[in-house]
């Protein structure tokens, strides 16, 4: 006896089913959504395009703060004056390779432009170094003791248009106020950074921020960045591995001055 | 005596705290300019040979004339920042220098004494300028400003 899959019945019971099965995912989804913490995209502020810190490389809230040496643990300060003073060769080239890491500074801006891609339930936070962080807004709470990744582990909450952003998970061996640089503090255990994100009157992408990081820092710091748009921005790479760094032996991780022609480089112009 | 001592020592702490203070800011490159000297601010007439346009240092190849030399040049090499500083100093891949061009160079130099160092300031042919990567710009504003304090 042969059976006929084909059949009206079987089909429409078929059709039934799928029927059920769509409906019962659409109702799942929803009920993880978070409605207070969501908002339809076009509600989202305009983040959109790259920003560079206002006052220039050497400019932001905290590079101004950090002239005051005490604010890091005694070890640490006297880490920073040993390493300051000029002539000292600290290699550690290959420190320079590890993937860019957060480390609860700014977002960069100041060798590299950032971006803050805002889309429903999530911002990611990139730069030209290549930095990445991605920031969960869809109401779950903060991951307990995460394994450390590169970007840390994030939420955020709106308040307003105030994104709120709560970061932990960061590697301890990141350093600080640059993330790839070997004659510098390194952050420790325990690091805890909170992030108020808007946008201010004059256009200005604020983000003010709390720093905990108890192995590093006396006491928790406060500082603002205040980026300003870059229109016509042009994406280059900021790479900062020393793989081919005429400035650090990839062998020693000494810094160095490689004074090796290039194999093309043009002959001398005649005499 | 003692006062005087105390002023040399007082003198000695404050101008170490201030070199302290003033190298943590400038120290956002990615290295700490260890083989460079601040110190010193050299000039230098140069033709391009070439121009490493590269992360994280991009680097400029130029000739100097010097009769010691068995070509009648010298090869020097100067350090600039990476492509990202650079072309927020205005620096292009292909348009700021060409092969064979007459520049001026101003640079803090090696501390090996070889033929090369950071690049502080260019001066092309028609007068233009173009500036290095932001703390060799400020090490050498500090040079030229301790010059002309000793100047005066």
Redesign the interface.
Known sequence: MSINYFSRKNVLTLVIALLISACGQTTDTTAVVDDSTTAPMQEYPDWGGWWLIAD???GGGL?GL??N?NVYQPEVKSF??R????????GGGAV?CVPVRFNGGTNGG????VEFLLTPQRLTITN?DGMLRRIIIDGRPLRENPEPSNGGTSIGTWEGDTLIVETIGLHPDTTF??S??P??PLIGENVHVLERIYLNEQDQLIVDTELTAPQMLVAPINFSTVYRRDPGHII???????L?????DPVTGL???D?T??A???P??P? | MTTTISRIKFSAISCLAIVLLLQVPLASAHHSYAVIDNSRLLEVEATIAKLEWVNPHSFLWVYVADEAQESGYQLYAFEVGSITMMTKAGWTRDDTVTAGEKVTIEYLPLRSGEPGGSLAKMTHADGSVSQGDFPAVRFADRVRAAEQGEAQ
Not at chain 1, 83 to 90: A, C, F, I
Not at chain 1, 110 to 113: E, I, K, L, R
Not at chain 1, 236 to 242: F, L, N, P
């Open positions: 220039g490389p050497l590079r950090l002239r040496l920073i004056e390493v300051s003073v000029p002539g000292t060769n600290l320079f100041g060798t590299d432009a030209e106020p640059s790839s640089r004659n510098s280059r790479d900021h790479d900062r591995c020393s081919n760094d005429r400035s650090i810094e160095r001055f004074m022609p290039p093309d480089l043009p001398p112009p005499r």
